[in-house]
Structure formats: C-alpha cells, structure tokens
C-alpha cells in the first residue's frame, strides 16, 4: 500500500540520518559547514543512500570524477567509502569563494543560495526547496555544532 510505502521510505531516511549524522556533525566542527548541509544535501543527492551511484560508487553528494566501473559509464566520481565521498564534499565547498565569508555560520538557507548561485546543483531553485525542505522536515538543524 502507499501508506506502508511513505512509512518504509521514512525508515530509510531516518536510518541515514542516524548512520550519518556523526560523520556530519565531526565535518561540522571541522568545517565550519553546517551539518544540515551535508546531510540535506547527501540525502537527496543519493537518496538516502540508495541510488545506483551511491551504491556502486560510494558518492552521497553526484560529485563528478572517475570512476572504474566497467559495466556502466558515468561521470560520477567513485570512492573508496562513505567517509570518502562526505571528506570530499566538504573539501570541495571549503574551497568555494563564497566559503570564507559563511564558515561557521550554520544558517543553511545562506549556505544553499551560495551554493546555488556558485552552480553547486544543476537543478538550480528547485534545489533549493528539495534541500531545504528535508532539513525543515527531518530538523536536521539540530544536528549544527559551532
């Protein structure tokens, strides 16, 4: 039925957030990049873990690079591990120019508009609203650490 669709569908989410939430929050102090961020973004880019390049790439974040697959082609980057994949992320938007002026800022509407207008997300606005309405819906501002 749909009713136990949505439920499993909210298992799943729920189960990433607790695999990943402590990896965010360590990338949080680190960072200085909020860990709603890197959650809300890694939940809908790999589909709380489940899409094709998550699971035979490693990659939480459609971060593009090589890869060594042989049955499939794709510009998606591989990694090694998850840990990889959320390491690489941040690195990647610690060298961003709009990072230093939001470093420890862990407003994650300012972060997505930066984000956005830096051509982080293809998707562009509606980006924006996806992400942002996954953090408002599973309060992943909570897990923000300064």
């Known amino acids: 039925t749909l009713l136990s669709t ?33 959650l809300g973004v890694s939940i809908l880019e790999s589909g709380s873990g489940t899409s094709l390049n998550c699971r035979q790439l490693n990659n939480y974040f459609g971060m593009t690079g090589k890869n060594s697959l042989k049955k499939r082609r794709t510009m998606y980057k591989q990694y090694a591990t998850a840990e990889d994949s959320f390491n690489d992320f941040c690195g990647v938007l610690s060298r961003k120019k709009f990072y230093p002026k939001l470093k420890d800022n862990m407003d994650h509407k300012q972060w997505l508009t930066a984000m956005n207008h830096a051509n982080y997300a293809g998707a562009k606005g509606v980006w924006i609203s996806r992400v942002s309405s996954i953090i408002a819906k599973h309060k992943l501002s909570a897990y923000d650490t300064k």
Do not use: R, W
Request: with cysteine.
């Open 6 to 38: 949505f439920c499993n569908a909210q298992k799943v989410i729920t189960n990433y957030i607790h695999k990943f939430s402590p990896i965010a929050k360590e990338l949080c102090v680190k960072h200085g990049i909020p860990a709603s961020i890197i």
